[in-house]
């Protein structure tokens, strides 16, 4: 062999050897990513388990501070605000009744013709109407005068479908979606503004006089019946439907709770016992917390960096506002600590709710071979091209991990509710407890369809097979809409007219 081909060979095998070592640091190096990312995800998932006994620790924790919160003003996280809805809706209701519903940049006016028990809703119509921006931040009367201005105009479109007893007045029923301190059906004064508006002559006034004055500088004669929040409208359109509906829970963006309450089993009520019994409780259960809460560091990061700080602790684990974000905050920690989508950090990873609830419930739901829904997301929202199926993998079992926790959660506090009012059990006393109905409202519990069908399972996993028999989780919707104009009528000042 020539001293040129021994140089040659001797050169071959040198790079065949580095190659060999390039080769062996590249897996040692892979291999060692997806250890860490292994870890990380071992660490989320121990933080964030829901053992079934943990999970009745924390309905126990629910009703403890409802009752406390139903003792006094301020004795609870949970403000268990008295509704004033003490007539819930039978089915019996008849006649013509509106509703206004106001809880964001829009507003929908409603009417609706009820027909008794045989007929029930027998038409209904709605409108929706966006607010100018400047209407917002601007003066009280001009926001009221615009909203009573659109109410006005459908008012005069009413149909031949729609009839009004003669001489009587028209009622509508008013859904306002922002802190107010009501003090009777139809009165409450605004705490404060929230989602963009702001107007500060507005705060401290009763909003039900506010809307009233307006419609009257329309030369409209109609009187505001009732003023709820849309958790409240969606216990009375279940109840409209379905007699043994005892709560609603809204599970969207946002989640709250409200149920009907033992009249006498209020402490902190003053007035008067009304006639039914009974009383609609306002739970507010998104500011709900407790020590058996599974909080991550995620978590911790999340509240501290948000616009209200240690408030609103169980929303900020179980609803559609967050649920996308703890995924995109899980998915930037791997990007960081394990290179899960290799040598850089995607830029548009690092941007606060740049990953929506929706997207996480696509990316979940993705059932195809090479998870080609989880990869065309990465790619449009994150700027994360041609992702290999193992970190596809990974991020559909993060979602799982955050989404699961969530629904188990939700369960958790309707079992919470269900162990105040003593239907947590098949029997009570020696008796059979009677059926119960939870209505359920909201896009997350609606679409994500995972989300839903685990919160019925661990449901009936915390129940028992037995117990969870005689209680239905039903999905309710438009309680904002329907809900408030029933409520006027439920609460109608010809009622005792119709009933004597």
């Not at 006094?72 to 009744?97: A, C, D, Q, R, W």
């Not at 989602?195 to 329309?218: C, H, P, S, W, Y």
């Not at 500011?287 to 978590?299: E, G, I, Q, V």
Request: charged share 20%; aromatic share 6%.
């Amino acid at each position: 062999m020539g001293k040129a081909a021994v140089t040659t060979a001797v050169v071959c095998a040198a790079a065949a050897c580095a190659v060999a070592a390039l080769v062996v640091r590249y897996r040692m190096r892979s291999s060692g990513r997806w250890a860490r990312v292994a870890a990380l995800l071992k660490e989320l998932e121990e933080r964030c388990a829901t053992p079934v006994g943990k999970l009745r620790q924390v309905a126990d924790a629910m009703a403890v501070e409802m009752h406390a919160g139903l003792a006094s003003e301020g004795g609870s996280k949970l403000k268990m605000l008295i509704s004033y809805v003490n007539n819930l809706p039978t089915g019996e209701e008849t006649g013509l009744f509106y509703a206004l519903d106001l809880g964001g940049t829009n507003f929908r006016v409603l009417r609706v013709q009820l027909g008794g028990k045989e007929r029930h809703v027998l038409k209904q119509e709605f409108e929706e109407v966006s607010i100018p921006p400047l209407l917002m931040v601007g003066g009280s009367d001009e926001l009221f005068d615009f909203i009573a201005s659109a109410l006005a105009k459908f008012v005069a479109s009413e149909g031949e479908d729609f009839h009004l007893p003669v001489g009587r007045q028209r009622e509508i029923g008013f859904t306002f979606s922002f802190p107010v301190r009501q003090t009777s059906i139809a009165s409450g004064t605004l705490i404060k503004w929230t989602k963009g508006f702001n107007i500060d002559e507005t705060v401290g006034e009763d909003v039900v006089a506010e809307l009233t004055r307006a419609i009257e500088r329309q030369g409209l004669d109609m009187r505001v019946s009732a003023l709820i929040n849309d958790t409240v409208g969606t216990l009375a359109g279940g109840r409209y439907h379905d007699n043994d509906v005892v709560a609603a829970v809204i599970l969207g963006t946002g989640t709250n709770a409200a149920y009907v309450e033992r009249a006498h089993a209020i402490p902190k009520w003053h007035g008067l016992l009304p006639k039914s019994g009974e009383m609609v409780i306002n739970m507010e259960w998104g500011n709900f917390r407790s020590s058996h809460l599974p909080l991550t560091d995620y978590d911790q990061a999340l509240d501290n960096e948000s616009l209200n700080p240690s408030e609103q602790i169980f929303e900020k684990l179980i609803s559609g506002m967050y649920l996308g974000e703890i995924l995109r905050r899980v998915l930037l920690q791997l990007a960081k600590e394990a290179s899960l989508f290799g040598d850089y950090v995607p830029p548009k990873l690092e941007i606060p709710f740049m990953l929506r609830t929706p997207v996480m419930s696509a990316m979940h739901h993705d059932t195809s071979p090479d998870l080609k829904v989880v990869g065309a997301k990465l790619k449009d929202l994150l700027g994360i091209p041609n992702t290999s199926l193992k970190a596809r993998k990974v991020v559909v079992q993060i979602c799982d991990i955050v989404a699961r926790r969530g629904a188990r959660l939700a369960a958790a506090g309707v079992a919470g509710i269900l162990k105040k009012v003593g239907r947590d059990t098949a029997v009570k006393g020696g008796e059979s407890v009677p059926r119960t109905v939870v209505a359920m409202d909201g896009g997350l519990y609606e679409h994500y369809t995972i989300f839903r069908e685990c919160l019925q399972a661990t449901f009936e996993e915390m129940l028992g097979a037995e117990a969870a028999a005689s209680v239905v989780i039903k999905l309710a919707n438009d309680g904002s809409g329907i809900g408030a104009a029933l409520l006027a009528a439920s609460h109608s000042q010809y009622r005792e007219l119709e009933q004597s």
